[in-house]
């Protein structure tokens, strides 16, 4: 089969979605198939191998921003074209946070749900012609919702049902200034209809996306999100001392702030006076003030010499990471689609303890590999540490759970894929 996937990157920093999309077409290519990984906006910024070392940036970052500002932009000459998408001014972009934002942001999203309708009708139409020449393919996937508005076009100049993954939507939709915040809604839930099918990573996110763009019941399926243990060993043995660690981007919303306030009480009840805390992910050059702003608390509160942040870690840095800590714990405060870095602890064979809402529950009861605690708490969170740091049998059990149950996640996952893709190729030819 041959499938093509487009993920949008972020030129900076390591992003879960566009890992796991990056292991699904590796993991498509050894299964035999004919898989290619096309980047967004910005170049892919990966920890292991790309599943397709050269391919071109659609949609380039700086060109669609411009774009939506000046219509000039909209009918460049080629060079300009050239210039403004060459990979490094791409990357530069991507690590510039807070370059655009408010209603420019707004508008921008919903323009670009508008398709051949909003202001980057003229990337679309690259776009199409670029796949039109490498030979038409089964099917295209969309790594988000964000990109249901390509779906028309590609759909109409390809002859090909395309399909769409449901990824974290709605936390990016709801940020948004009003009125754009509404109308990108709207319009997204109009742009649905030109979807085959949406996938999302969990039943509790299938759910919520359902009714948030007024899908069917039919429209929806669920595929949990695999992983590729490729280089994942589980930890030989424990840590002298209790180590707890957190391994996301390093944001509010990923429950940073939390997770700090959990590990001062932690220390304060004195059970477990030598537990350190490590904080390793993403971290933007907008990111770096709110972690200043919990070093500083830490320090008011005397644990800040128990406490490490260790932003941007490689592949092998965040494996040995993994295999050092004691427990872990990501106590994400916003509507988490699945949680990728749940996996990557699962893998080291660590047990976890996850907050019991969004999808966590369905994850860690599935694979019975760490506790729940009650959300945005953190006299729980901090109970739920000190169960496990006081049960170590127990916590190395359900290390081994955990470890087990993601073993062949990415096979099984590829070949989730794989079946609703042939389901909805054999529906467009009218097979049963």
């Not at 998408?85 to 209603?103: D, V």
């Not at 965040?318 to 699945?338: D, R």
């Not at 739920?384 to 081994?400: I, T, V």
């Not at 096979?411 to 030819?429: G, K, S």
Request: proline share 7%; glycine share 8%.
């Amino acid at each position: 089969m041959k499938v093509i996937l487009l993920t949008p990157g972020t030129g900076s920093y390591h992003c879960g979605v566009c890992m796991r999309d990056n292991a699904l077409a590796r993991e498509l290519l050894t299964q035999g198939h004919d898989a290619m990984l096309l980047p967004m906006y910005l170049p892919l910024t990966l920890d292991e191998a790309p599943a397709q070392p050269e391919t071109p940036v659609f949609f380039g970052g700086v060109n669609v921003f411009l774009q939506q500002k000046f219509a000039w932009f909209r009918s460049a000459p080629p060079w300009v074209d050239r210039v403004l998408n060459h990979p490094a001014l791409l990357r530069w972009a991507g690590r510039q946070s807070g370059m655009t934002g408010g209603a420019e942001i707004g508008e921008l999203t919903h323009s670009m749900l508008l398709g051949e309708e909003g202001r980057q009708n003229r990337e679309l139409d690259k776009l199409v012609d670029w796949l039109l020449a490498q030979g038409r393919p089964d099917a295209i996937w969309l790594s988000t919702a964000l990109l249901a508005g390509l779906a028309r076009r590609i759909k109409q100049a390809l002859g090909v049902p395309v399909l769409c993954s449901l990824q974290g939507e709605d936390s990016f939709l709801d940020g948004l200034d009003q009125p754009w915040r509404t109308r990108c809604w709207q319009t997204l839930a109009a742009r649905s209809a030109d979807v085959a099918r949406f996938i999302a990573p969990s039943v509790y996110y299938g759910q919520l996306m359902r009714e948030r763009m007024g899908l069917s019941p039919e429209q929806v399926r669920v595929i949990p999100n695999g992983i590729s243990v490729d280089g994942f060993e589980p930890r030989q043995r424990e840590p002298a001392d209790p180590v707890i660690g957190y391994l996301a981007r390093m944001v509010e919303g990923k429950g940073l702030g939390l997770l700090v306030d959990a590990f001062i009480l932690l220390k304060k009840r004195g059970r477990f006076p030598q537990a350190r805390l490590r904080c390793a992910g993403a971290m933007t050059s907008g990111d770096a003030a709110y972690v200043a702003r919990l070093r500083k608390k830490l320090a008011a509160a005397r644990c800040g010499a128990d406490v490490e942040f260790l932003p941007n870690v490689t592949r092998e840095e965040k494996i040995a990471f993994l295999q050092g800590l004691t427990l872990f714990s990501v106590p994400a405060t916003y509507s988490e689609a699945f949680g990728l870095y749940v996996l990557e602890a699962m893998a080291a064979g660590v047990p976890v303890s996850q907050p019991r809402a969004s999808a966590f529950p369905e994850i860690v009861l599935a694979a019975d590999c760490g506790f729940l605690h009650e959300p945005g708490d953190p006299e729980s969170l901090a109970d739920s540490w000190e169960m496990l740091l006081a049960n170590p049998a127990k916590a190395r059990d359900l290390g081994r759970k955990g470890r087990a149950a993601v073993e062949n996640s990415m096979p099984a996952m590829a070949r989730a894929f794989l079946q609703q893709t042939t389901e909805v190729i054999d529906a467009q030819n009218g097979l049963p």
